[in-house]
């Protein structure tokens, strides 16, 4: 379903170049998905080589990530200056890089296994150096600084749609959820990555709707702006009227023509008879 959403997207800026903000979202949801795949393949794997390498991909794509979610809400809402937008994107590319180029932070010596018993669920989890952890976590906390900024300046958006509002409340309770689940206070799996997906789903279904609504009212502005023409209807009574009054001329003249050559014999008889 994502990834559908994410062709048909591509399709509608396809379709007209003009909504830049389709194509950021299209790509967000992209990068989202390949997040979403990268993290499922961490868990109770058989080898745990193999989910190191999964790791890796899955903190390379979450910068990336980053770097849509936060031209999508620019090209959008207009929130963040240029240079801020070039600067975040220049950090999250360099961190991406590093990421995937630390062959020293990604073997088998800092990989640990993270159980929860009542699931039975395993996931394997590195240990990063402390700079690495400072530069993954500070990324992290942009990127829910940008949720937060489009939410104190766009709040009446939330409530204007259900749908969003819904899909922005999980998310942000998944969110803390995950962040007690991270310091073991709760023995449950992360959540927050499964309800980013009601939020996209949320964020999509506005667009749509919000679309659907700027292209009614552009449509009925361009009705009201438009001279107003007569239907058939209003010609009708003019139409019958002139018929009228030509079938009226045609009678009288049709009349006076009849009439003519009686006239002409009514007065050569008098003139007859007084002789």
Same mark, same amino acid.
Request: charged share 15%.
């Given at each position: 379903?994502?990834? @559908?959403?994410?062709?048909?997207?591509?399709?509608?800026?396809?379709?007209?170049?003009?909504?830049? =903000?389709?194509?950021?979202?299209?790509?967000?949801?992209?990068?989202?998905?390949?997040?979403?795949? @990268?993290?499922?393949?961490?868990?109770?794997?058989?080898?745990?080589?193999?989910?190191?390498? #999964?790791?890796?991909?899955? +903190?390379?794509?979450?910068?990336?990530?980053?770097? %849509?979610?936060?031209? %999508?809400?620019?090209?959008?809402? /207009?929130?963040?200056?240029?240079?801020?937008?070039?600067?975040?994107?220049?950090?999250?590319?360099?961190?991406?890089?590093?990421?995937?180029?630390?062959?020293?932070?990604?073997?088998?010596?800092?990989?640990?296994?993270?159980?929860? !018993?009542?699931?039975?669920?395993?996931?394997?989890?590195?240990?990063?150096?402390?700079?690495?952890?400072? $530069?993954?976590?500070?990324?992290?906390?942009?990127?829910? #600084?940008?949720?937060?900024?489009?939410?104190?300046?766009?709040? =009446?958006?939330?409530?204007?749609?259900?749908?969003? %509002?819904?899909? @922005?409340?999980?998310?942000?309770?998944?969110?803390?959820? +995950?962040?007690?689940?991270?310091?073991?206070?709760?023995? $449950?799996?992360?959540?927050?990555?499964? !309800?980013?997906?009601?939020? !996209?789903?949320?964020?999509? %279904?506005?667009? &749509?709707?919000?679309?659907?609504? &700027?292209?009614?009212?552009?449509?009925? /502005?361009?009705?009201?702006?438009?001279?107003?023409?007569?239907?058939?209807?209003?010609?009708?009574?003019?139409?019958?009227?002139?018929?009228?009054?030509?079938?009226?001329?045609?009678?009288?003249?049709?009349?006076?023509?009849?009439?003519?050559?009686?006239?002409?014999?009514?007065?050569?008889?008098?003139?007859?008879? #007084?002789?």
């Amino acid at each position: 379903m994502l990834t @559908f959403k994410a062709f048909y997207n591509l399709f509608l800026y396809y379709k007209n170049r003009n909504q830049i =903000h389709l194509l950021h979202f299209a790509f967000l949801q992209i990068a989202y998905g390949l997040y979403i795949l @990268f993290f499922t393949q961490t868990i109770n794997t058989t080898n745990p080589e193999e989910a190191l390498i #999964w790791k890796r991909l899955e +903190d390379i794509i979450l910068p990336i990530f980053g770097i %849509f979610l936060i031209l %999508f809400v620019n090209s959008y809402l /207009k929130i963040f200056s240029t240079d801020f937008v070039y600067f975040y994107i220049l950090l999250n590319l360099l961190l991406s890089v590093a990421i995937l180029f630390d062959f020293n932070s990604y073997h088998i010596g800092l990989l640990h296994e993270k159980k929860i !018993s009542s699931l039975g669920i395993i996931i394997y989890e590195t240990d990063q150096p402390v700079l690495v952890n400072y $530069l993954y976590v500070s990324r992290i906390l942009t990127i829910f #600084w940008i949720l937060f900024k489009v939410v104190t300046q766009f709040i =009446h958006y939330l409530f204007k749609n259900l749908f969003l %509002f819904i899909g @922005f409340t999980l998310f942000c309770a998944n969110a803390l959820l +995950d962040i007690l689940v991270t310091i073991n206070l709760i023995p $449950l799996p992360y959540t927050s990555h499964f !309800s980013f997906l009601i939020l !996209s789903f949320s964020v999509d %279904f506005f667009l &749509k709707s919000n679309q659907f609504e &700027k292209k009614s009212k552009e449509e009925f /502005k361009q009705i009201l702006a438009s001279p107003k023409k007569p239907t058939a209807f209003s010609f009708l009574p003019k139409v019958k009227k002139i018929e009228y009054e030509n079938q009226k001329k045609k009678f009288i003249r049709s009349k006076s023509i009849l009439h003519f050559p009686i006239r002409i014999l009514f007065l050569f008889a008098l003139s007859v008879i #007084w002789n």
